[in-house]
């Protein structure tokens, strides 16, 4: 039985029909800086159990993991080139590729660059032990971020003396091995984790070739102090571009790649490696200090699918610190907890960028530039115990961004360039622990989130940053619940408004995204997640999301179109997702989840609609557990009844032609079936 998600209160469960009563511990969460119980978090916050929730996945996308988590909406999982598209609370939608407004950390490191940019392509999610995922504007935590925080929890702790060896098999041409062995004796404890995926594509040109190691050995040194080393390392020489087809290519043959997508054959091909460092004294005074540091780099080269200036390319030095002291004292005969910090990051890339013609011969460089960002951010945040069962947090944050270009082509003239940005973000909230079962909460925060490089272009083709471009700033108010309805429903509630100022949109022209500020908008929404332990064998998921996110001021001024009013292009107003999950005491499992999204819009003006969905998926297995050896067999069936779906929706593509001519449709898989084999030792 699983009820990480919601097991958020201290609570003592007798359940009606199990053979004992069922203690949930408290869940413990690090995303918010300060190690407190879920319980006493003024925010929206989930925890989903890596294991339970891969188990007899494929194991292809980090989305099998986070479907699950309401306010989430995921894209993209079939195009490796692209990259898997996620949003928070519609923060994230705008990306054509990767991830946008929020903060991703990976055992405390971040993924995400001092302009903003996340790639989610580097974790192994063989490895991925617990996700806690922070939703709403959150820069008081880790600065330029409106959407949330994800953070990622690699390997099981404690480490076991373990090892395991996993083939997966499916269709269209899906194969996956993976190996991975752990240990711990005394005070020391390492593990690695091995994985090679290749996969041909439901699509022409959407092939991938990935391999990932991951790896950490940790010493346990006196006196309450620890120290632990990370290693990671990518190397992908394929992951292929399809490209976004038109409605009437969809219809014709959706299995198809866009004419300059296989004429070029678009795609990309990267390697990077990364190594951290993480230094924990817990008798350090009377408080607790954490310190990281880390460097990675990434080569990286992309040949976009269309003519024109689409060959990229990027050498990349990604490195920082982080520092935190948390401090318990005494204020006013209550318990507090002081919690201050700083965090450094800078990003060195060497980036070039060539125009091919339609047969991909390459014609002339039009960029060869370095770019270089710099933040650093000062944060302090206060934990007081009001009373027995009201806990206030209050914190600010100070961040200071700096990004800089400088221009090596100079034959068109020298288009250097510098943007700096300071801002600061504040929040408080209220935990109150209502009956021993239920806890409601209140929070009010603000944010920003800045321009990233590939934002910053500038389409008057000036070169250089776009000056007209400012950071989006946001507001947000909230109001939530966590706990447990009746001795078998646990639940998890969220009511929220965010106002943004200057909300960065994209739009397309001659082939490439540009990006331009929205006078206002406005997300009012609704999250609830519920599950429901049925029997001991037996568990029921539900989580639902209403997003009435909409502009408030905006004239879209490529299509000379007053768009207030309209909704924010690429959300549904309602996504679903549920599942029934069966365990037996034999080691059976099986597995029906179904997602659900209401129609929604492929641009600003609200002229294309795309019609609701609903994928259903299937999977099931058998574990035999022995004294010292396991052996799981596992399968499963993806879009059960085969439905025509839109796995991918390039809002604003295209915009500078008929809305017929227009490519935002990149089209999912009919159904697939896959296998795999798991032994353990």
């Given at each position: 039985?699983?009820?990480?998600?919601?097991?958020?209160?201290?609570?003592?469960?007798?359940?009606?029909?199990?053979?004992?009563?069922?203690?949930?511990?408290?869940?413990?969460?690090?995303?918010?800086?300060?190690?407190?119980?879920?319980?006493?978090?003024?925010?929206?916050?989930?925890?989903?159990?890596?294991?339970?929730?891969?188990?007899?996945?494929?194991?292809?996308?980090?989305?099998?993991?986070?479907?699950?988590?309401?306010?989430?909406?995921?894209?993209?999982?079939?195009?490796?080139?692209?990259?898997?598209?996620?949003?928070?609370?519609?923060?994230?939608?705008?990306?054509?590729?990767?991830?946008?407004?929020?903060?991703?950390?990976?055992?405390?490191?971040?993924?995400?660059?001092?302009?903003?940019?996340?790639?989610?392509?580097?974790?192994?999610?063989?490895?991925?032990?617990?996700?806690?995922?922070?939703?709403?504007?959150?820069?008081?935590?880790?600065?330029?971020?409106?959407?949330?925080?994800?953070?990622?929890?690699?390997?099981?702790?404690?480490?076991?003396?373990?090892?395991?060896?996993?083939?997966?098999?499916?269709?269209?041409?899906?194969?996956?091995?993976?190996?991975?062995?752990?240990?711990?004796?005394?005070?020391?404890?390492?593990?690695?984790?091995?994985?090679?995926?290749?996969?041909?594509?439901?699509?022409?040109?959407?092939?991938?070739?990935?391999?990932?190691?991951?790896?950490?050995?940790?010493?346990?040194?006196?006196?309450?102090?620890?120290?632990?080393?990370?290693?990671?390392?990518?190397?992908?020489?394929?992951?292929?571009?399809?490209?976004?087809?038109?409605?009437?290519?969809?219809?014709?043959?959706?299995?198809?790649?866009?004419?300059?997508?296989?004429?070029?054959?678009?795609?990309?091909?990267?390697?990077?490696?990364?190594?951290?460092?993480?230094?924990?004294?817990?008798?350090?005074?009377?408080?607790?200090?954490?310190?990281?540091a880390f460097i990675s780099q990434r080569d990286f080269r992309q040949q976009l699918p269309f003519p024109g200036s689409s060959l990229i390319n990027y050498d990349r030095l990604f490195y920082g610190a982080r520092l935190d002291?948390?401090?318990?004292?005494?204020?006013?005969?209550?318990?507090?907890?002081?919690?201050?910090?700083?965090?450094?990051?800078?990003?060195?890339?060497?980036?070039?960028?060539?125009?091919?013609?339609?047969?991909?011969?390459?014609?002339?460089?039009?960029?060869?530039?370095?770019?270089?960002?710099?933040?650093?951010?000062?944060?302090?945040?206060?934990?007081?115990?009001?009373?027995?069962?009201?806990?206030?947090?209050?914190?600010?944050?100070?961040?200071?961004?700096?990004?800089?270009?400088?221009?090596?082509?100079?034959?068109?003239?020298?288009?250097?360039?510098?943007?700096?940005?300071?801002?600061?973000?504040?929040?408080?909230?209220?935990?109150?622990?209502?009956?021993?079962?239920?806890?409601?909460?209140?929070?009010?925060?603000?944010a920003f989130e800045s321009p990233t490089f590939t934002e910053l272009a500038n389409p008057s083709g000036a070169g250089g940053f776009n000056p007209a471009l400012e950071p989006q700033t946001a507001l947000n108010l909230e109001?939530?619940?966590?706990?447990?309805?009746?001795?078998?429903?646990?639940?998890?509630?969220?009511?929220?408004?965010?106002?943004?100022?200057?909300?960065?949109?994209?739009?397309?022209?001659?082939?490439?995204?540009?990006?331009?500020?929205?006078?206002?908008?406005?997300?009012?929404?609704?999250?609830?997640?519920?599950?429901?332990?049925?029997?001991?064998?037996?568990?029921?998921?539900?989580?639902?999301?209403?997003?009435?996110?909409?502009?408030?001021?905006?004239?879209?001024?490529?299509?000379?179109?007053?768009?207030?009013?309209?909704?924010?292009?690429?959300?549904?107003?309602?996504?679903?997702?549920?599942?029934?999950?069966?365990?037996?005491?034999?080691?059976?499992?099986?597995?029906?989840?179904?997602?659900?999204?209401?129609?929604?819009?492929?641009?600003?003006?609200?002229?294309?609609?795309?019609?609701?969905?609903?994928?259903?998926?299937?999977?099931?297995?058998?574990?035999?557990?022995?004294?010292?050896?396991?052996?799981?067999?596992?399968?499963?069936?993806?879009?059960?009844?085969?439905?025509d779906y839109i796995s991918n929706l390039r809002i604003n593509a295209n915009s500078d032609r008929p809305v017929a001519a227009r490519g935002y449709f990149e089209p999912g898989p009919g159904s697939g079936v896959y296998a795999?084999?798991?032994?353990?030792?």
């Open positions: 039985m699983k009820l990480l998600r919601f097991s958020a209160l201290p609570l003592f469960l007798p359940l009606a029909g199990f053979s004992d009563s069922i203690t949930l511990d408290p869940v413990m969460v690090t995303s918010t800086r300060m190690e407190r119980p879920l319980a006493d978090t003024p925010a929206a916050l989930t925890v989903v159990d890596g294991h339970d929730a891969q188990q007899g996945q494929p194991r292809l996308q980090l989305d099998e993991s986070l479907n699950r988590v309401p306010g989430l909406y995921l894209q993209n999982r079939y195009n490796f080139a692209q990259g898997l598209r996620l949003s928070s609370r519609g923060f994230g939608a705008r990306a054509p590729f990767g991830v946008r407004g929020l903060r991703l950390n990976v055992d405390g490191f971040p993924e995400t660059l001092p302009d903003g940019q996340s790639q989610l392509d580097s974790i192994d999610l063989f490895t991925v032990d617990r996700l806690t995922v922070l939703r709403g504007p959150s820069s008081l935590f880790y600065g330029n971020a409106t959407g949330g925080v994800i953070d990622i929890t690699t390997f099981a702790a404690p480490l076991a003396e373990s090892a395991s060896a996993t083939l997966l098999a499916g269709s269209d041409g899906y194969r996956q091995a993976n190996v991975q062995a752990s240990d711990q004796r005394d005070q020391q404890h390492h593990a690695f984790s091995l994985t090679a995926l290749a996969d041909d594509g439901d699509r022409a040109q959407s092939e991938v070739r990935k391999y990932l190691l991951t790896g950490q050995a940790g010493w346990q040194l006196p006196d309450d102090r620890a120290v632990t080393l990370y290693m990671s390392a990518m190397d992908t020489p394929m992951a292929n571009d399809p490209g976004g087809l038109t409605r009437q290519q969809v219809r014709d043959n959706p299995r198809q790649a866009t004419r300059f997508a296989s004429q070029l054959d678009a795609g990309q091909d990267v390697d990077q490696q990364r190594l951290g460092f993480h230094y924990r004294d817990e008798s350090l005074g009377r408080g607790m200090l954490n310190a990281r002291y948390t401090l318990p004292l005494s204020l006013f005969q209550r318990p507090n907890r002081l919690l201050v910090g700083l965090d450094a990051d800078r990003q060195e890339d060497a980036r070039g960028r060539r125009a091919v013609n339609p047969l991909g011969d390459i014609t002339a460089q039009t960029a060869n530039e370095d770019q270089h960002a710099t933040a650093t951010g000062l944060f302090l945040q206060l934990d007081s115990q009001m009373t027995e069962r009201l806990m206030l947090t209050v914190g600010g944050r100070a961040d200071r961004l700096r990004m800089r270009i400088e221009d090596h082509l100079l034959d068109d003239g020298d288009d250097s360039g510098r943007r700096d940005f300071e801002e600061r973000s504040y929040s408080a909230g209220l935990a109150w622990q209502a009956t021993r079962t239920h806890t409601l909460y209140s929070t009010v925060s603000s109001v939530g619940a966590r706990g447990a309805l009746t001795e078998r429903l646990f639940y998890e509630a969220a009511l929220f408004r965010v106002d943004v100022e200057d909300e960065i949109t994209p739009y397309e022209l001659g082939g490439r995204t540009f990006y331009q500020n929205a006078g206002e908008t406005r997300r009012d929404g609704f999250e609830l997640g519920l599950e429901h332990a049925t029997t001991d064998r037996l568990t029921l998921a539900l989580s639902w999301t209403w997003s009435d996110f909409r502009f408030r001021e905006f004239v879209d001024t490529q299509q000379n179109t007053d768009v207030s009013g309209n909704r924010l292009p690429g959300l549904p107003e309602h996504h679903l997702y549920g599942q029934v999950e069966w365990q037996a005491d034999n080691g059976l499992f099986a597995a029906v989840e179904g997602l659900f999204s209401s129609p929604r819009y492929a641009e600003n003006t609200n002229t294309t609609r795309v019609g609701s969905e609903m994928i259903v998926n299937l999977r099931l297995g058998k574990e035999w557990q022995g004294a010292q050896q396991s052996l799981t067999l596992f399968g499963g069936v993806t879009n059960l009844f085969d439905r795999g084999v798991s032994v353990g030792w």
